[in-house]
Nanobody
Framework: QAQLVEFGGRSVQAGSSLRLSCIGS????????MAWFRQIPGKGREFVAA???????????VYGDSMKGRVSIQRDEGQNSAALQMNNLEVGDTAVYIC????????????????WGRGTQVTVSS
């Protein structure tokens, strides 16, 4: 089965950094765009970052407003993976961070992504 699995979520103090990883298996994800969303309890799913396929010229990246300037997204084609580097974490960043993939260019809308991981919990305390 095609699936995405996230790694790296844990409890940290405010101001810390974390690197999350998303690894795909079951099919070839290297030709897809991959993205990170986050789910905060009681709120809707929020876009964080997305990156296009590595073989495309320019490898486009898109960042959401909520964490822009504090995150960067990277792609590892050989591992069908996407990493999210998060810095200067805040208590408000506490959420389940979820990986997704889609054919075509990166977008900010969750409705355009066909494959989803189960998420990894990030908890930030003061």
């Amino acid at each position: 089965q095609a699936q995405l699995v996230e790694f790296g979520g844990r409890s940290v103090q405010a101001g810390s950094s974390l690197r999350l990883s998303c690894i795909g298996s079951g099919r070839d994800f290297k030709y897809d765009s991959m993205a990170w969303f986050r789910q905060i309890p009681g709120k809707g799913r929020e876009f964080v970052a997305a990156i296009g396929r590595i073989v495309w010229s320019g490898t486009p990246k898109v960042y959401g407003d909520s964490m822009k300037g504090r995150v960067s997204i990277q792609r590892d084609e050989g591992q069908n993976s996407a990493a999210l580097q998060m810095n200067n974490l805040e208590v408000g960043d506490t959420a389940v961070y979820i990986c997704a993939a889609r054919a075509g260019p990166p977008t900010t809308s969750q409705d355009t992504y066909a494959t989803w991981g189960r998420g990894t919990q990030v908890t930030v305390s003061s």
